[in-house]
């Protein structure tokens, strides 16, 4: 499985961009998928998850501003991102890892992921 991030950009705050993500082949029943954050020097961060059942949860630092969603039809990801903040900029990698789940934030648990795409918010 393969996955390729696209969509990202330079915006200013308040701003929005739509983050996408294509997976070569139908991934949906038997991966989780996740959008995470990786800013140079931190860990990576898990912003949203979203599973089979289109159960979907986020990082408190985005809740409201950011929606996670997928094409039932399409193994495309999405990640709609609203009112930027500076703090938002990084880059933002989609990633899945195959049933049963423990923690969707945990990047050492996904062993599929894209090449990340640049989200920068100026100020």
């Known amino acids: 499985v393969q996955v390729v991030e696209s969509g990202g950009g330079l915006v200013q705050a308040g701003g929005s961009l739509r983050l996408s993500c294509v997976a070569s082949e139908d991934i949906w029943n038997d991966y989780y998928v996740a959008w995470f954050r990786h800013v140079p020097g931190k860990g990576r961060e898990g912003v949203a998850g979203i599973d089979t059942l289109f159960t979907k949860v986020y990082a408190d630092s985005v809740k409201g501003r950011f929606t996670i969603s997928r094409d039932a039809s399409a193994n495309i990801l999405y990640l709609q991102m609203n009112s930027l903040k500076p703090d938002d900029t990084a880059m933002y990698y989609c990633?899945?890892?195959?049933?049963?789940?423990?923690?969707?934030?945990?990047?050492?648990?996904?062993?599929?992921w894209g090449q990340g795409t640049q989200v920068t918010v100026s100020s």
């Open positions: 990633a899945a890892q195959r049933y049963p789940i423990w923690r969707w934030d945990d990047p050492a648990r996904f062993n599929v």
